[in-house]
Structure formats: C-alpha cells, structure tokens
Nanobody, 123 residues
C-alpha cells in the first residue's frame, strides 16, 4: 500500500508563496495524483489534480491562476506551488493517489491519502 507524506506547510502572510511536497513510498508514476484541503469546520474540498503523465491538470476555481500542481515521477514526489495566498486558503492540505492514470476532481477516485500538512495564512 502506498504511503504518502506531505511537507512544506507553515504560517505565512497573505500574498506570500509556499510550496508543498508529497513523497510517495510506492511507484506513483502510473497513477494520477491530487491535492485536497480541509479548512476548520468545513468539508474536505478538491484543490488540484494531475494525470500520470502530467499532460492533464485540473484546478478548483478558487485556486486557478494562483496554484500549480506538478510531479516528478523519477523522485516519486508531487508538488503544489501556491502563490498569492489568501486567509481563506488556510487549511490542512492532503496529498492523494488516484485509482487510475487519468486525473479526476472526485475524491472517491483517490485511494491513498497522506496525513496532511497545515497551511495557515494570516491577514
């Protein structure tokens, strides 16, 4: 079973940038990958997803143009570059491995999840 470990979270100010990483213990190159987040008192929501080949990416409207998802299959690592951060981006961010090679925005299509990393954006 794949294990995913997120890193890179922290406390930043509005307008700052931050890069999250997700290290996969298994061979992730055949599978889509994604980022989700859960803010305090809210349900988990989709942030971004990338297909196995990185040809296809999807973003939530709330982060489009500010966040970039990428992957390095040789390093079994997924990234989320976040810029122009807003206080409403504050959440625990989770990395997830998809069931298939094609990207999806549906959480049910992801089978392995990390423990999450907290991102706090102050105003």
């Amino acid at each position: 079973q794949a294990q995913l470990v997120e890193s890179g979270g922290g406390l930043v100010q509005a307008g700052d940038s931050l890069r999250l990483s997700c290290a996969a213990s298994g061979d992730m190159k055949l599978y889509s990958m994604g980022w989700f987040r859960q803010a305090p008192g809210k349900e988990r929501e989709f942030v971004a997803a990338v297909s196995w080949s990185a040809v296809t990416t999807y973003y939530a409207d709330s982060v489009k143009g500010r966040f970039t998802i990428s992957r390095d299959n040789a390093k079994n690592t997924l990234y989320l570059q976040m810029s122009a951060l807003k206080p409403e981006d504050t959440a625990v961010y989770y990395c997830a491995q998809g069931r298939w090679a094609l990207a999806s925005m549906n959480a049910t299509e992801f089978v392995h999840w990390g423990q999450g990393t907290l991102v706090t954006v102050s105003s």
